[in-house]
């Protein structure tokens, strides 16, 4: 079983930057694939970076050069960076753990960016 626990959310101006984490319990995190997904108001939940190790990353093209996925083992922690943030950024952002058939959700942090 693994908690995640999510923060680092807010609001921002737009072109503004926030560092989301994700800090997860339990044993074997480093064998977990951990995700950001994010859902605004009406839509449906989004995948926008995943990362198994530093090498081993997968972002979706609405975030390519804004957002960066990282991890830190040591501390069973993830973290995205976010940077040049739209207002269309604005939505509720989730951690995802995911191992085989197991996967695990954080409970949310919400992020707007407005002026």
């Known amino acids: 079983q693994v908690q995640l626990v999510e923060s680092g959310g807010g609001l921002v101006q737009p072109g503004g930057s926030l560092r989301l984490s994700c800090a997860a319990s339990?044993?074997?995190?480093?064998?977990?694939?951990m995700g950001w997904y994010r859902q605004a108001p009406g839509k449906q939940r989004e995948l926008g970076a995943q990362?198994?190790?530093?090498?081993?990353?997968n972002y979706a093209d609405f975030v390519k050069g804004r957002f960066t996925i990282s991890r830190d083992n040591a501390k069973n922690t993830v973290y995205l960076q976010l940077n040049s943030l739209k207002p269309e950024d604005t939505a509720v952002y989730y951690c995802n753990a995911k191992y085989r058939i197991r996967s695990y959700w954080g409970q949310g942090t919400q992020v707007t960016v407005s002026s």
């Open positions: 990362i198994l190790s530093a090498d081993t990353t």
């Open positions: 339990g044993s074997s995190f480093s064998l977990y694939v």
